[in-house]
């Protein structure tokens, strides 16, 4: 009876807390990131939930999925499905070596008044130029950028996949994605448009977080080189997250908010 009273007690504590200490995060979670074999086969969910790998919000939509494999063509995914809480989808993995799995989307917001009216739009860059009716004022732009990755292994880890494209917010293994393990330093790099991402928080978080009282995160600054290491505590699946603003985007005059998400998998050692 004691243990149903401290449950009942900690879910209203959780009910009251305010709506700004809850944090949607959208997140990949992979069956396996080290595999072998003759015919492996990845499977991927894909949620936005406010518990980590937990599905209990809505699903990520899958239209913006790229899976990239170890020589750098495009792989298509298979048995895609969207239920009401997750997306889930298949890899084959045919190549030996490292894929990437990424959702990278974009999107433009606007603000403006057309008379007496304030009005807001969202769209594509495409439909910009004819989106805000002339006469429109105090037109407000902003471009939001929005990359999601996990990375899995078949057979000898390989960096192609995991090259930059010198666009957006871009994360560089120094130390392998797929050669991590509890208790070891691991290496990465994050890049503004090609170029060291200095001075921007990274947010690492274990997954789990339904199950105990404390985030646990780590908060980690990029150097001059954009530069971080991260020393894993224990074995698990680990949500980092990093983000920066500024006005350097496609549209002119625009502000422009980009955020890089990534599961990453820590094994024993």
Known sequence: MSRMLNRAALALAIFVLPLSAQAHRAWFLPSATVLSGNDPWLTVDAAISNDLFYFEHMPMRLGDLVVTAPDGSTVAPQNASTG?????????????????????????????????????????AAELPTAIPAGATDVEVSESVRRIETFATLGKPTLRATEPTGVGLEFVPVTHPNDLYAGEEAKFRLLLDGKPAAGLEVEVVPGGIRYRDRLNELKLVTDADGGFAVTWPAPGMYWLSASVRDEAGTIANARRSLTWVATLEVLRP
Not at 109 to 124: C, D, F, M, Q
């Open 84 to 124: 009401r809480y997750r997306s889930t989808f298949d890899v084959q993995l045919t190549q030996q070596g490292t894929y990437k799995v990424a959702s990278v989307s974009s999107g433009l917001n606007a603000r403006y008044r057309l008379g007496t009216e304030s009005k807001r739009w969202r769209g594509s």
